[in-house]
């Protein structure tokens, strides 16, 4: 059965800091798709990245960037120069091959975000 | 493209009432929608699975005659609860797959429900 683990509850940082959001994934499939989500205080989800997983580069889009590595089964989150604005909730995702075709996806418990101006 | 919105966005009700929460793609054929649960300070949590014009499939622990769900067309999956309790207080998503071009991998999700019963 496919896992998803973020292992830190909350983190706080002072506005321009760096910080990175780990995340840790089991899956017994050599095909699978990792995402990452953030969620503000109004609820709604905000896709930020899908990555498959015969795809191991790494990822930057502005401020963020994505770390990828199948040897630790780690896909972390970096947010460098943080603002108030990135302050939420974000969890990382799993979808598998044992999701069948439906593409059910597995989430970590999430890592909320305090960025302090 | 790819929007998905979900009717109410908040309800309040009292305790054995039922509630029906809308989940519509506004611009795409949503051949698989799923309905997922968010408690306080916690995670989504997969409630079911639907395929049009088909029955959902639900997660284990979930209780397919109090969480009714229909998805009787490729736009529109509602999610009806019955007979609400105090308990099933929580922030409903849903999500909805793509069934044309776009990657059948990426999820759309609606802005969710709160739902609050008194």
């Known amino acids: ?117 | 493209g790819a929007v998905v919105s979900q009717h109410p966005s908040w309800v309040i009700c009292k305790s054995g009432t039922s509630v029906k929460i809308e989940c519509r793609s506004l611009d795409f054929q949503a051949t698989t929608m799923f309905w997922y649960r968010q408690f306080p300070k916690q995670s989504l949590m997969l409630m079911a699975t639907s395929n049009e014009g088909s029955k959902a499939t639900y997660e284990q622990g979930v209780e397919k005659d109090k969480f009714l769900i229909n998805h009787a067309s490729l736009t529109l999956s509602t999610l009806t609860v019955t007979s609400a309790h105090p308990e099933d207080s929580s922030f409903y998503i849903c999500s909805a797959r793509d069934g044309g071009w776009v990657d059948p991998n990426e999820q759309f999700f609606g802005p969710g429900t709160r739902l609050t019963v008194l």
């Open chain 1, 1 to 117: 059965a496919q896992k998803v683990t973020q292992a830190q509850t909350e983190i706080s940082v002072v506005e321009k800091e760096d910080v990175t959001l780990d995340c840790v994934y089991e899956t017994r499939d050599t095909t699978y798709y990792l995402f990452w989500y953030k969620q503000p205080p109004s609820g709604e989800l905000v896709f930020l990245i899908r990555r498959n997983s015969f795809d191991e580069q790494n990822e930057i889009s502005g401020r963020y960037s994505w770390n990828f590595q199948k040897s630790t089964s780690s896909f972390n989150f970096t947010i460098t120069a943080s603002q108030v604005v990135d302050s939420a909730v974000y969890f990382c995702a799993l979808s598998d091959a044992t999701s069948g075709s439906a593409r059910q996806l597995t989430f970590g418990s999430g890592t909320q975000l305090t960025v302090l101006p």
